[in-house]
């Protein structure tokens, strides 16, 4: 499957965005999407994800409330709302795919990418 992202950007802290994700070459419905971030120094981290085929979620505890990851099948896209913007919201952030597993799955077959976000204080 290829992944392609798009969305990223430089905004203020308390701005949104939001993260857009394209698969192709593959069954969109049979993929649990999600997103993944790496920041300059800090450990790989597991933004959200949602499960193949459902609504089944699952999101970091540092943006809860404040992210939300959504499917559209007709477009095979899955998008990444971002709200309330942090400064250590700052990262590459990476789509992530992976063929029929649970969203609490750690590990990710395919990744695009990544995108850049910046958060300015």
């Known amino acids: 499957v290829q992944l392609v992202e798009s969305g990223g950007g430089l905004v203020q802290a308390g701005d949104s965005l939001r993260l857009s994700c394209v698969l192709s070459?593959?069954?969109?419905?049979?993929?649990?999407m999600g997103w993944i971030r790496q920041a300059p120094g800090k450990e790989r981290e597991i933004v959200s994800a949602i499960r193949y085929n459902s609504n089944h979620t699952r999101y970091a505890a540092s943006v809860m409330d404040r992210f939300t990851i959504s499917r559209d099948s007709a477009k095979s896209t899955v998008y990444l709302q971002m709200n309330s913007l942090k400064p250590e919201d700052t990262a590459v952030y990476y789509c992530v795919a992976d063929f029929m597993s649970s969203e609490q799955t750690s590990s990710f077959r395919d990744w695009g990418q990544g995108t850049q976000v910046t958060v300015s204080s």
């Open positions: 070459e593959g069954p969109f419905s049979r993929y649990t």
